[in-house]
């Protein structure tokens, strides 16, 4: 209605604009010339109003054509019978405008509404391409429903457990008691032609893919003809197929990384028998050594089986321990104790985690001049350079010497702490493997767990294990540390 109002009210201002124009010029202007000019208030009202009020544009535009423009002027009465064609003429010609003009607008605002619903339907269907969240997802989905069909609120219920759970909402909150209705029940909703509560209530609309249902939309305020109803449908369709791939991809990833921990608990295994095996050798015949009544050993030889059983007890019990550290680690139950710490001290600290043994004589620390305090947790990271330093004793020929060496770096802003060996060296191809529990068997019988932990426990710092090229026979592992509070100047400046 206040449509057809604004239309009419357009139509007498131009009709009273154009008669005041027209009238000191009536002398020189033809009827005809009248009649055209009083179209065009029709238009006007028509385009403005609709139908209804072109025919009040043609009703103000026949009166003012009689009363100005048709001899005698200021009266309803005609005089000739000419005068009487012209008006027929006029109000025919302007109701067949009124009716063009009207069928033109109402084909304009059809292709308008049908860019826009294609438009957001192409915005919807981006969602089946996009790698969104669940959360993003569903925000989209019942954001895009309430825009394009001017909803007053939906919600999107998916099923948990049995029962539809409200996961995503948009416009005005949807009333509680049509939520529950809905949720109590995970079997097929209403249709889209009856109201679940009422006319113009909350409205039901499933969402449908591969035959099956998967989830539910609550729409309130929902209006439109059977040709809303139908894109609505194709909405429904476009948003379950988005609904689905995402619940696909989710289940692959999910896949993923069930054959991702399945490939690290065999690297695990194998990596946990690769080092359990050789001091359990090592104590199985030490003790069955010992218990053989035939052995005829001395005092001082079964002292030395002794001492080889207690030494790879300790490593066995090390190694033990580590794995329980790394396993808490990845948990996240494992809280770092930061605090300053020597590197000097961390280097002492990991020889006497290693205990006692001829085998220690050949590390030797070689600080590269004035090193920061660093700022670890001391247990663990002493844990770590315990691990490398047992690997490369482990690893070095019989005697040959085995170097930590640590430098300020100014330009990282950070101390790298080196452990060398003469054993044998890591191909430049095998150097990530080296220090991944996954693919220590790559390495060329240089990984390890041992190695893997190491690189757990310094990552829990936020730092890295690495592997350089020695340049000669051997292996070099590398590992940053940050410094703890500020770096003197001197230090800080690279002297």
């Known amino acids: 209605m206040r449509r057809v109002l604004v239309g009419s009210a357009a139509a007498l ?11 000191p010029l009536r002398a020189h202007l033809s009827i005809a010339t009248s009649a055209l000019v009083l179209v065009v208030p029709v238009v006007a009202g028509a385009a403005a109003g609709g139908f209804a009020a072109g025919m009040v544009a043609t009703a103000i535009g026949f009166l003012a054509y009689d009363l100005f423009f048709i001899p005698p002027y200021g009266t309803l009465s005609v005089g000739a019978a000419q005068n009487w064609v012209a008006l027929g003429i006029y109000a025919l010609v302007t109701v067949v405008v009124a009716r063009i003009v009207t069928q033109l607008e109402l ?6 509404h049908r860019a826009a619903a294609t438009r957001r339907l192409f915005d919807l269907s981006e969602l089946l391409v996009r790698e969104a969240s669940g959360p993003d997802l569903f925000d989209a989905i019942v954001g895009a429903f309430t825009e394009a069909f001017g909803l007053s609120g939906a919600a999107l219920l998916l099923p948990e457990e049995g029962r539809l759970e409200v996961v995503a909402s948009a416009g005005t909150p949807l009333p509680d008691p049509d939520l529950d209705r809905l949720a109590a029940s995970a079997r097929g909703p209403v249709s889209l032609e009856s109201a679940l509560v009422q006319p113009g209530g909350t409205q039901a609309l499933a969402l449908v893919a591969s035959g099956r249902e998967i989830g539910l939309l609550a729409l309130r305020g929902l209006g439109g003809g059977r040709a809303d109803h139908e894109l609505l449908r194709t909405f429904a369709n476009h948003a379950a197929l988005a609904l689905e791939r995402a619940r696909l991809r989710e289940q692959a990833l999910r896949a993923q990384l069930l054959e991702e921990v399945d490939r690290l608990r065999r690297s695990l295994v194998g990596a946990v028998s690769h080092d359990l095996r050789t001091p359990l050798a090592t104590i199985k015949v030490s003790a069955s050594t010992l218990r053989d009544p035939d052995a005829h050993l001395g005092a001082e030889e079964a002292r030395e089986l002794a001492c080889l059983i207690d030494a790879q007890a300790d490593r066995l019990d090390r190694l033990v321990a580590n794995l329980l550290d790394m396993t808490r680690i990845q948990s996240g139950t ?9 590197v000097g001290a961390l ?11 001829a085998e220690l004589e050949r590390v030797t620390w070689r600080p590269g001049g004035t090193l920061p305090l660093v700022d670890v947790d001391p247990v663990l990271a002493r844990q770590a350079l315990a691990n ?25 802003r950070q101390v790298l702490v080196a452990v060398c060996d003469e054993g044998p060296g890591v191909a430049v191809d095998d150097h990530t493997a080296a220090v991944d529990i996954a693919g220590f068997q790559e390495a060329g019988g240089r990984g390890g767990l041992g190695l893997a932990i190491a690189r757990a426990f310094l990552e829990a710092h936020g ?13 070099r592992f590398v590992f940053s540390l940050a410094p703890a509070g500020q770096v003197p100047a001197e230090l800080a400046a690279g002297g």
């Open 334 to 342: 494992l809280e770092l104790r930061r605090r300053a710490t020597e």
């Open 463 to 475: 730092e890295r294990l690495w592997v350089e090229d020695a340049g000669t026979d051997g292996a």
């Open 13 to 23: 201002a131009l009709t009273a604009a154009l008669v005041g124009v027209m009238l």
């Open 347 to 357: 280097v002492a600290d990991a020889i006497t985690v290693l205990g006692g043994g």
């Open 388 to 412: 490398l330093v047992d690997n490369a004793l482990r690893h070095g020929p019989e005697g040959a010497p085995v170097t930590v060496t640590a430098r300020w770096e100014p330009a990282r």
């Open 107 to 112: 084909a304009r605002a059809e292709a308008q």
